[in-house]
């Protein structure tokens, strides 16, 4: 039906592809959202005349032109955007670094392979060959059996330090689960970083939002911006409106909602119980963002992006009190190529945190505590580049509580919920779930996921 009018919950990178796919194809497309700025968590703020990044480290999946049946072509021709206006920029090199090992990646996996062929003899047979399981499995299937990463890895490798060094990466860029990964995500973020590849927008995440943005409006689409979602209107199954905060009744025949499961469910006017908590993602973040004076590689920081832990196992868990700096990831944008001529050097160093400590805290307790654990993580990261901090121009921290406060994600969960929709369906026959909690998480599996719910949901059948 040409005339459905299809409202999509959330600006974020699912609901801007979702409604980029079925404007294109004449549906009548609304999308909301409840703050000033698209995006969702993947965006940006200013801040003392400088735009902040947040969210995006690394476009992952990237390949170079010429491999079309990459999901990073794929979503390109799908969205109808040319690479140029994505201007991605891959990246030199990263590691993995834990204590007396380092590897190195880059957009190559050669050079994985070779670095685990110097450190781990006898292991780079094995990790061929599980790259060739990974490469060969299924992962778009949406029957998929339960099964875990940890088990595959043990069948695959016999050194436990390069299993759990394969790992780091993995789950600080895609696990919504503490502790163990689902196979099937593990092999599509596995294939999107070791596989494919890391890159980044030259002009950062804010060109990537406007392409799309330009491309929704091109397409006919309408965005509301600074206006969420109050309550769905639920009779006999199925959504019949959806009211704003504004007050305003909007008709709807489809709804799309990036905004996570739980808190989309939380939204219907026949809900009768808030879900167990046993149910809902715990694992979250706090990011410093330091602007310096001169590029990071003069501190000996060359990596693209670092993944660190302090111990021979990783462990992926919410930490017992605010923040845990074992282990985390330093992402420098200005170590991806062509970034040499950026004004400025940036850091950003991530680390896992939760939400119960920052949720309750007031103003001047939760200035006080940025401020410390900004002041904690620096310190982390000069055991990286020496001498960094006193050539810090500006700096900035988010915490849980923004997450909260930005994607409405409870528990300022980072990647949602860790039992994931794989076909999007809700119990209600109107409303669909994309982005984080369909499963696919980073910023191109948000796009897939996006496209992928129009495509099965509703262009499939018209």
């Known amino acids: 039906m040409v005339d459905e009018q299809v409202v999509i919950i959330g600006a974020g990178m699912s609901g801007l592809a979702a409604g980029i796919r079925l404007a294109h194809f004449g549906k009548h497309v609304l999308i909301v959202e409840k703050h000033r700025i698209p995006g969702g968590l993947n965006s940006y703020y200013w801040r003392n005349g400088r735009r902040m990044d947040v969210g995006l480290h690394a476009v992952t999946n990237y390949v170079p032109v010429g491999r079309k049946q990459a999901p990073l072509p794929k979503l390109l021709s799908q969205l109808r955007l040319a690479r140029e206006e994505l201007d991605l920029c891959p990246q030199r090199w990263s590691e993995i670094r834990f204590p007396g090992c380092t590897l190195r990646f880059s957009n190559d996996i050669e050079l994985l392979f070779s670095d685990v062929r110097d450190r781990f003899p006898g292991q780079v047979d094995r990790l061929r060959r599980l790259t060739q399981h990974v490469e060969a499995f299924d992962d778009k299937r949406l029957d998929v059996e339960p099964g875990s990463a940890r088990q595959v890895l043990r069948e695959y490798l016999s050194e436990p330090l390069l299993a ?8 600080y860029y895609g696990c919504a689960r503490e502790h163990d990964m689902e196979f099937v995500h593990f092999a599509t973020t596995y294939k999107s970083i070791f596989c494919e590849g890391l890159a980044r927008p030259r002009d950062g995440v804010q060109r990537f939002i406007g392409a799309l943005v330009k491309r929704y409006k091109a397409a ?4 509301r911006l600074g206006d ?4 769905l209107d639920v009779h006999g199954g199925r959504v019949r ?7 305003e009744e909007l008709p709807c025949d489809l709804v799309f909602s990036c905004a996570g499961y739980y808190e989309t469910m939380r939204l219907c006017s026949d809900v009768k119980e808030p879900p167990a908590a046993a149910d809902l993602g715990r694992l979250s973040v706090i990011e410093a963002i330091s602007i310096l004076d001169r590029p990071p590689a003069d501190f000996g920081l060359d990596a693209a992006v670092v993944f660190f832990n302090d111990a021979e196992q990783f462990p992926y868990a919410c930490p017992s009190g605010p923040v845990e700096t074992g282990s985390g990831v330093i992402c420098c944008p200005n170590n991806f190529e062509r970034h040499e001529d950026l004004p400025e050097g940036v850091i950003r160093s991530t680390a896992l945190a939760r939400y119960e400590d920052w949720a309750g805290l007031g103003d001047e307790e939760y200035a006080r505590a940025k401020r410390e654990w900004c002041e904690r993580l620096s310190t982390r990261v000069e055991s990286f580049a020496p001498g ?3 050539h810090v121009l500006d700096s900035d921290l988010f915490t849980p509580r923004t997450i909260h406060r930005f994607t409405g994600r409870l528990n300022g969960a980072l990647y949602g919920a860790p039992q994931k929709l794989r076909d999007g369906r809700t119990r209600l026959d109107n409303l669909f779930i994309c982005g984080t909690d369909q499963g696919l998480v980073g910023i191109v599996g ?3 996921s996006g496209i992928w719910m129009a495509n099965l949901h509703v262009l499939a059948r018209s």
């Open 164 to 171: 759990e060094m394969i790992l780091c990466p993995v789950m």
């Open 228 to 231: 969420g979602v109050a309550r």
């Open 388 to 390: 960094f901090r006193e």
């Open 241 to 247: 409106g959806v009211r704003l905060e504004s007050g």
């Open 446 to 448: 948000a796009l897939l």
């Open 220 to 223: 006919g689409g309408q965005l």
